[in-house]
């Protein structure tokens, strides 16, 4: 089954260019089916990027899943238009009242700053207590991983020496996690932050569990004990060129950054990377969807939270 999602979304043409089976909102509303309603709240600057990223992680399953977006009202989008905002996105009085199945909160360029800093922390609190009763399962992002830690749990981020930036192996700790279902050994996870959790601190959360880790780039994946929220501290989302990006904008800015670890060939920046983290990618939002969020969430949406 496809993922549905609106007409004229830009996404939609890269998606099906790319072979990956979309379904309109005209052609869905033909189909007697109740799909997974699923809401990203898209934190990232570059909006219609992680849009298609997104998308096309959770495209590659039997299951229907209609996708919505949320915009923070008390913040202005910078790098995304106004006219794509209107048309595409939410904001949180207009889906306060629904009930969604899953739910997906990005990472956002301000972890050097604190939470509270953050000018729509107060309203991001509201969605991640409304969440609670409104939403079956969640999953975090990177910053929004930190968020969410320290929202629920009280677990505070702390920075970094210098920036986490790379392509690294992590190790699953529990094989045997239907999220980790179908996980090598050893996997590879894009990392770009500049702030880090620390293992003790969520070790030590009897609400939490670890599921997988690297020794170099520390904690990746966390459940709470009820599966209903995921943390994951990297960027199984990014495109290949994603970290390119980042790392050339930031040369071309003057800023002190090393090249990616484990990313550009021979570490030579002229050369093309080569991408190592696409099947867990789709394999996380794959598990993730199908086992704590199909398999979980009532077959009446309005029963969550009951």
Not at 2 to 15: F, V
Not at 86 to 99: A, I, L, N, P, W
Request: a negative charge; hydrophobic letters at 35%.
């Amino acid at each position: 089954m496809p993922i549905k999602i609106n007409d004229s979304l830009p996404a939609r043409e890269l998606l099906e260019h790319e072979n990956i089976f979309v379904m309109t909102e005209s052609r869905a509303a033909s189909q007697d089916i109740r799909p997974l309603k699923i809401l990203i709240v898209n934190l990232m600057p570059t909006k219609i990027v992680t849009e298609t990223q997104l998308l096309r992680l959770m495209s590659n399953t039997p299951l229907q899943v209609d996708v919505e977006f949320l915009q923070m009202a008390t913040h202005r989008s910078k790098n995304t238009s106004q006219n794509h905002l209107s048309k595409f996105y939410h904001v949180f009085d207009e889906v306060k009242d629904k009930k969604y199945d899953g739910m997906i909160v990005t990472g956002a360029p301000v972890e050097l700053m604190e939470f509270e800093e953050v000018d729509y922390w107060p309203e991001l609190c509201q969605i991640f207590e409304w969440s609670k009763t409104n939403v079956y399962s969640t999953f975090h992002i990177c910053w929004g991983a930190q968020a969410g830690l320290y929202y629920h749990h009280g677990i505070k981020k702390h920075k970094l020496d210098e920036k986490m930036f790379g392509v690294f192996p992590h190790r699953p700790l529990d094989l045997y996690h239907p999220l980790m279902r179908g996980f090598d050994d050893t996997y590879f996870v894009p990392h770009s932050r500049h702030t880090d959790v620390k293992f003790d601190d969520v070790a030590l959360c009897k609400d939490l569990q670890i599921l997988s880790y690297s020794d170099m780039a520390g904690i990746h994946l966390v459940s709470d004990l009820q599966c209903r929220n995921f943390y994951a501290t990297g960027h199984s989302e990014y495109d290949a060129d994603t970290l390119a990006k980042e790392y050339f904008r930031d040369v071309e800015k003057g800023l002190d950054i090393k090249v990616p670890y484990n990313y550009f060939p021979d570490d030579d920046p002229t050369k093309k990377p080569i991408m190592t983290w696409r099947n867990v990618g789709t394999l996380m939002f794959t598990n993730w969807l199908n086992y704590f969020v199909y398999q979980q969430t009532p077959y009446d949406i309005n029963d969550i939270g009951i």
